[in-house]
């Protein structure tokens, strides 16, 4: 007869093996780019579709950019660079630079390899990394906290609504949070075992990949040194000199892949001072951009309220030994502190990157609700997961199969889920 122990085991794999099926099938594209009428596979028949199927302002610019890379080849990328300049220069607002090279880079990839048009090569890419990103939050989490974690966490993510939402579309978000969480993993990882030349080397690997995927690394970086100043008192791990070493060769190494696909220093500074300085100009940005300090807050609540109710309630019993959660809490506090004083730069896009620590500190709550019933907690942490995916999945359909959502701002949001309505103010 099996033991208790060998069949809890296989409980684990079996609920991981679920919930990760179900990840990923709500992460394949659909698809929004094919000829009107082109049969639907079995799959894509369950997944629950996108009401918007246009092309997104953005998506178009990493469409051209692909574009140009197939055209003239990487030796000309410093062309690109220099005719993002010159077009950035005319015009009243911002639009993205051609910097976010490793998402165009991959995309290229895609298309040299499949054949597919650049649209679809980057919607696949943006479908592959949050697929990845799945993946990789349920293997940081048990490396965190263990299998029983790792099935909550990968099951809260598979249906995260704004992770399905950056799968669905040819946006950098979804990709450079993996990118994000990559890098926060492999400080985890080289704080827990200091000197490991494996853990090193990736880390050096990931954070230079992230310079090189967006400009937002820059806030994942601050919050990456405030873990490493509060490794001073909360001590997760060992804070060796060739940690030290590799955080500053690892963006280094990014910044200066960048600085050779610009063509120089001085066009690489100038690419982000028009981009910037622009920003500052642009109508949608104004618009949309703006708000308190809370304002990512009230958008979490919009769109998942209670993993951002549950993960809030564990800010408040968080205690030395706890340590992954204390570990997760920072990395959110400290990139929120700049992200949250960006002006007209906010949009809950660029906060993909906390699904998972949320998700880790929501688990952490729940299992501290359900403690106390030790007979039955086992059966009740499973209904209540349950219970959150199905909020989150319904969330997911209000938000972005019955209302054409794309852009994830708060105006958008709160008419979404109809608490703004059209007509005339009372």
């Known amino acids: 007869m099996p033991s208790y122990g060998s069949r809890q085991r296989s409980l684990y794999v079996i609920g ?31 997944h629950p579709n996108p009401a918007f199927t246009g092309i997104g302002f953005d998506e178009n610019l990493y469409r051209d950019y ?28 911002s639009i993205l630079p ?18 597919t048009e650049a649209l679809v090569a980057l919607h696949n890419i943006a479908s592959l990394f949050s697929i990845l990103g799945l993946l990789l939050a349920t293997l940081f989490a048990w490396r965190l906290k263990g299998p029983a ?27 450079f949070a993996f990118w994000a969480m990559f890098s926060l993993w492999l400080l985890w990882e080289n704080l827990r075992a200091p000197r490991n030349r494996l853990w090193l080397v990736l880390l050096v690997f990931g954070l230079a990949l992230m310079v090189i995927t967006k400009e937002n690394a820059a806030f994942v970086y601050i919050a990456l040194l405030a873990i490493i100043a509060a490794n001073r008192w909360l001590r997760w791990g060992v804070v060796t000199r060739e940690l030290g070493a590799c955080l500053v060769i690892g963006p280094l190494l990014g910044f200066v892949i960048l600085v050779f696909l610009a063509g120089g220093i001085d066009t690489l500074v100038t690419t982000y001072r028009l981009s910037v300085s622009k920003n500052y100009q642009l109508v949608y940005a104004i618009v949309t951009g703006d708000g308190p300090w809370h304002r990512y807050l009230v958008d979490l609540l919009l769109v998942n309220p209670v993993i951002l109710l549950l993960a809030v309630g564990a800010l408040f019993r968080l205690d030395r030994e706890q340590k992954p959660e204390l570990f997760l809490a920072i990395f959110i ?25 949320l998700c880790v500190l929501a688990f952490s709550q729940l299992a501290a609700l359900i403690r106390p019933i030790s007979p039955h907690r086992v059966t009740i942490m499973a209904a209540a997961l349950l219970l959150i ?30 608490i703004l309505k059209s007509g005339p103010t009372p």
């Open 389 to 418: 995916c199905a909020i989150e999945m319904r969330q997911y359909v209000i938000l972005f199969v019955k209302f054409p959502l794309y852009e994830l701002v708060s105006e958008g949001l709160l008419r979404a889920l109809r």
């Open 16 to 46: 991981l093996a679920l919930v990760l099926a179900a990840g990923i099938l709500l992460r394949l594209p659909v698809p929004l780019f094919s000829g009107e009428g082109a049969p639907l596979s079995s799959l894509q028949l369950l």
């Open 66 to 93: 692909v574009n140009s890379v197939i055209r003239k080849g990487l030796g000309e990328y410093p062309a690109i660079v220099d005719h993002y300049i010159e077009v950035q220069k005319t015009l009243t607002g």
């Open 333 to 357: 506090g400290a990139s929120y502190l700049v992200m949250c004083n960006l002006k007209y730069g906010m949009n809950l896009r660029y906060a993909n990157m906390w699904d998972m620590p």
């Open 149 to 175: 974690a790792a099935v909550a966490v990968g099951a809260l993510m598979a249906f995260a609504p704004s992770q399905i939402h950056m799968s669905q579309h040819a946006l950098v978000d979804g990709f």
């Open 98 to 115: 051609p910097m976010r090279f490793l998402y165009i880079f991959s995309a290229y990839l895609w298309h040299e390899a499949f054949g």
